[in-house]
């Protein structure tokens, strides 16, 4: 079992920066893929970023460049930077994890989810 909370959510201008955690309980969250996911209102939770127990990390098209994975496994976090912000980046912001490494993608691979954290960028 292992339960996720994310934090770092908040208002930010087009153009800023955010950075959220994703903290892990568990002894076992080295060996777990750790991904974001966002939803927008009125629409379908989308992938954003995945990073493998093997540090091997995976982007959504619309966020490629922009944004950056990373873990610390002695912290149990994983952490999503977020520069270069833009209006239709705003939405909840889902950390997740699954114990597979590939087909990281799907929103449906993945067995553990965190509560979300609301991200707004004004224009």
């Known amino acids: 079992q292992v339960q996720l909370v994310e934090s770092g959510g908040g208002l930010v201008q087009a153009g800023g920066s955010l950075r959220l955690s994703c903290a892990a309980s568990?002894?076992?969250?080295?060996?777990?893929?750790m991904g974001w996911f966002r939803q927008a209102p009125g629409k379908e939770r989308e992938f954003v970023a995945a990073?493998?127990?093997?540090?091997?990390?995976y982007y959504g098209d619309s966020v490629k460049g922009r944004f950056t994975i990373s873990r610390d496994n002695a912290k149990n976090t994983e952490y999503l930077q977020m520069n270069s912000l833009k209006p239709e980046d705003t939405a909840v912001y889902y950390c997740a994890a699954t114990v597979l490494r590939s087909l990281v993608y799907s929103r449906g691979n993945y067995a553990y989810w965190g509560q979300g954290t609301q991200d707004t960028v004004s224009s």
């Open positions: 990073i493998t127990s093997i540090n091997i990390t």
């Open positions: 568990g002894r076992t969250f080295s060996s777990y893929t």
